[in-house]
């Protein structure tokens, strides 16, 4: 079965660094592109970026870009979303989508991960 | 980039057909066949019911269907059911700079 399961929920402060994790299970974890996605409380889903662990190509939403980085580890099947200096606004529950192969659109989902900024 | 524009919110009866529309330019929907639509339950994640406009994932009942007219994507739920009640967004490739752009998302009520 293709799975992708996510880290737990993060509660941190303003201004920490945070790493959370999304790892993939159940195919060739290095063919395949992996989105992530946030959708703030209440709020509709925002596509971030994407990368492809085979190489690490990744690409930014504009949105996004400088304010997050996506990296992945083929060694453990893991991709990652990390903030360097996060702040309250980034509250949010954060998604990994598998891109289809030879296609566009994601399936399947992990299960989200809730991060919480608060001081 | 901007979102694709959808309506807020849908309502319909059981067994009554609700439409919700995605409205792209011609760099995201319009410019690609590459439109998926995905449902949302409260507090889970979401599921892919529609790719490439118009194709079903196994699994997925048949009264879902996916259309495109120009810049303008649909998505028609046909014999609408209590458990089709969620949210729904769009989503539509954008090319291999910044590929993908969702919807703002549209409630669907099932009166």
């Known amino acids: 079965e293709v799975q992708l399961v996510q880290s737990g929920a993060e509660v941190k402060k303003p201004g920490e660094s945070l790493k959370i994790s999304c790892k993939g299970s159940?195919?060739?974890?290095?063919?395949?592109?992996i989105g992530w996605v946030r959708q703030m409380p209440g709020k509709g889903l925002e596509w971030m970026g994407i990368?492809?662990?085979?190489?690490?190509?990744?690409r930014y939403s504009p949105s996004f870009q400088g304010q997050v980085t996506i990296s992945a580890d083929k060694s453990i099947s893991t991709a990652y979303l990390q903030w360097s200096s996060l702040k309250a606004s980034d509250t949010a529950m954060y998604y990994c989508?598998?891109?289809?192969?030879?296609?566009?659109?994601?399936?399947?989902w992990g299960q989200g991960t809730l991060v919480t900024v608060s001081s | 980039q901007s979102a694709l524009t959808q309506p807020r919110s849908v309502s319909g009866s059981p067994g009554q057909s609700v439409t919700i529309s995605c409205t792209g330019t011609?760099?995201?929907?319009?410019?690609?066949?590459?439109v998926s639509w995905y449902q949302q339950h409260p507090g889970k994640a979401p599921k892919l019911m529609i790719y490439?406009?118009?194709k079903r994932p196994s699994g997925v009942p048949d009264r879902f269907s996916g259309s495109k007219s120009g810049n303008t994507a649909s998505l028609t739920i046909s014999g609408l059911q209590a458990e089709d009640e969620a949210d729904y967004y769009c989503?539509?490739?954008?090319?291999?700079?910044?590929?993908?752009?969702f919807g703002t998302g549209t409630k669907v009520t099932v009166l």
């Open positions: 989508a598998r891109q289809a192969a030879r296609g566009n659109w994601f399936d399947p």
């Open positions: 159940g195919y060739s974890f290095t063919s395949y592109w």
């Open positions: 990368i492809y662990p085979g190489d690490s190509d990744t």
């Open positions: 011609s760099s995201d929907v319009g410019g690609y066949n590459y």
């Open positions: 490439d406009v118009s």
């Open positions: 989503c539509s490739y954008a090319g291999s700079y910044t590929p993908y752009v």
